[in-house]
């Protein structure tokens, strides 16, 4: 049977992990931190290949060109990106490739009727400006800054939160970092709690503030929830949050 295709990103990141001479398993758990399931002999296949054109260079005497099957730019694709460029706010590109949706199945659908109305009250008449929403992404970098064909795709998580007075710092997670409740505290909420509750709600204002993160497991962990109500901060409660709701929780979109 003939083998599978290995996509370009896949090739890519693993060629640029190779000339870091890391062995096949750091790189399997390398991509396995990106959500890129690949095996050992996929990493061989490339690695082979790497060594080929490495003899290609040396036979020729030249630098061996790897390039990307360039895309075609045909009268409709040339259209519908001028269409949208020349809006005044354009989408990003992932949104012009394709627009993700949350599909609302019917468990969704009854949490978010029987948790609808106290959200309501939370945030109801100016108590939304109480409100801090928060939550962790992952950023996708490349070092190509436009000269190369080929670049190679690095990750990085980082946490932040966003409310009516401002945002707070974006915190940077450690390569290879689980985001536990030990982790969570000691590298988020304790900065969160001295630095930025008290620049965005000062005074009083901190009292009625109101957190508001999502239910990782870091998150809702007896210890973490716990510590946060020691220093009291008003925390939305795993059983309070309205999931899929881009309305009350927009840092997840």
Not at 82 to 102: C, D, F, G, K, W
Not at 141 to 151: E, F, K, P
Not at 209 to 226: C, E, F, N
Request: proline letters at 5%.
């Amino acid at each position: 049977m003939p083998r599978n295709k290995i996509s370009d990103n896949i090739e890519g990141i693993a060629k640029y992990l190779l000339t870091k001479t890391y062995s096949y398993y750091v790189i399997q758990q390398e991509l396995a931190r990106m959500n890129l399931n690949v095996s050992k002999s996929t990493i061989s296949r490339i690695a082979n290949k790497v060594g080929k054109q490495q003899q290609v260079f040396l036979f020729n005497s030249e630098k061996s060109k790897l390039h990307h099957r360039r895309h075609i730019a045909t009268p409709s694709a040339v259209r519908r990106i001028t269409s949208y460029i020349n809006q005044e706010n354009p989408p990003t590109v992932s949104l012009m490739a394709a627009r993700p949706v949350h599909r609302l199945y019917p468990a969704i659908i009854e949490k978010r009727r029987s948790r609808a109305w106290r959200m309501y009250r939370i945030l109801s008449n100016v108590k939304y400006k109480n409100y801090l929403t928060t939550d962790e992404s992952w950023l996708y970098l490349d070092a190509s800054q436009g000269t190369r064909d080929i670049y190679y795709v690095r990750t990085v998580m980082v946490w932040a939160g966003v409310s009516s007075h401002g945002k707070t710092q974006v915190y940077f997670i450690e390569q290879g970092a689980t985001i536990a409740s030990k982790y969570y505290i000691e590298h988020i909420i304790e900065s969160l709690i001295e630095y930025d509750i008290p620049r965005l709600f000062p005074g009083d204002m901190q009292k009625k503030m109101v957190l508001h993160q999502d239910s990782a497991p870091g998150h809702v962990a007896k210890y973490t929830i716990s510590y946060v109500k020691e220093h009291n901060i008003n925390v939305i409660m795993p059983l309070e949050r309205l999931p899929k709701s881009p309305e009350t929780a927009p840092m997840d979109y």
